[in-house]
T-cell receptor, first 115, second 113 residues
Framework: GAVVSQHPSRVICKSGTSVKIECRSLDFQATTMFWYRQFPKQSLMLMATSNEGSKATYEQGVEKDKFLINHASLTLSTLTVTSAHPEDSSFYIC???????????FGQGTRLTVV | QQQVKQSPQSLIVQKGGIPIINCAYENTAFDYFPWYQQFPGKGPALLIAIRPDVSEKKEGRFTISFNKSAKQFSLHIMDSQPGDSATYFCAASRAGGSYIPTFGRGTSLIVHP
């Protein structure tokens, strides 16, 4: 099956700093990538959808200046949490699909802790 | 508005038991229904999926039953094992537009040895 790699798996940062999370499709070209946030014991919340070479589409209530998404190539999308605060601590998960008509595969997630 | 309702929230069974997780959806435009398995600290992994043109799909010990008229679908895990202990999410999406899944709230399954 298709492999999506997310890095880092865990990160701890100080309040006020920025953190970048990478999502790579290893064996296919991902025209579309998705970023989710998951709180403990809760479901996945879609944050944004990004298509290669264009601006990301953010879900209602997600601050685009807070969560910067870049999808510069067909195998890499990044999520940057800017000026992180403790309330941004969460589990962030990406998924990637080869096209809008194919299944999306999930990365292993990134546990962000802001102290 | 929760478009995919999942129950129960948690489930405990003995090894060999058959846990059943149920989901109901509202949007009749949904035409792809995957189930995901998630272990603690990991991303969800696709377990099995069904389209509405069939009423049942089986892959190994996992079976999806689908009732289009009732807009319900369920996951059965046959001969459950402790290694099946995980959180299971049902989802629904429109294959014709994009595969962005709408997730259920999840079911935490514990299988005791």
């Amino acid at each position: 099956g298709a492999v999506v790699s997310q890095h880092p798996s865990r990160v701890i940062c100080k309040s006020g700093t920025s953190v970048k999370i990478e999502c790579r499709s290893l064996d296919f070209q991902a025209t579309t990538m998705f970023w989710y946030r998951q709180f403990p014991k809760q479901s996945l919340m879609l944050m944004a959808t990004s298509n290669e070479g264009s601006k990301a589409t953010y879900e209602q209530g997600v601050e685009k200046d807070k969560f910067l998404i870049n999808h510069a190539s067909l195998t890499l999308s990044t999520l940057t949490v800017t000026s992180a605060h403790p309330e941004d601590s969460s589990f962030y998960i990406c998924s990637a699909s080869a096209s809008s008509n194919t299944e999306a595969f999930f990365g292993q997630g990134t546990r962000l802790t802001v102290v | 508005q929760q478009q995919v309702k999942q129950s129960p929230q948690s489930l405990i069974v003995q090894k060999g038991g058959i846990p059943i997780i149920n989901c109901a959806y509202e949007n009749t435009a949904f035409d792809y229904f995957p189930w995901y398995q998630q272990f603690p600290g990991k991303g969800p992994a696709l377990l099995i999926a069904i389209r509405p043109d069939v009423s049942e799909k089986k892959e190994g010990r996992f079976t999806i039953s689908f009732n289009k008229s009732a807009k319900q679908f369920s996951l059965h895990i046959m001969d459950s094992q402790p290694g099946d202990s995980a959180t299971y999410f049902c989802a629904a999406s429109r294959a014709g537009g994009s595969y962005i899944p709408t997730f259920g709230r999840g079911t935490s399954l514990i299988v005791h040895p």
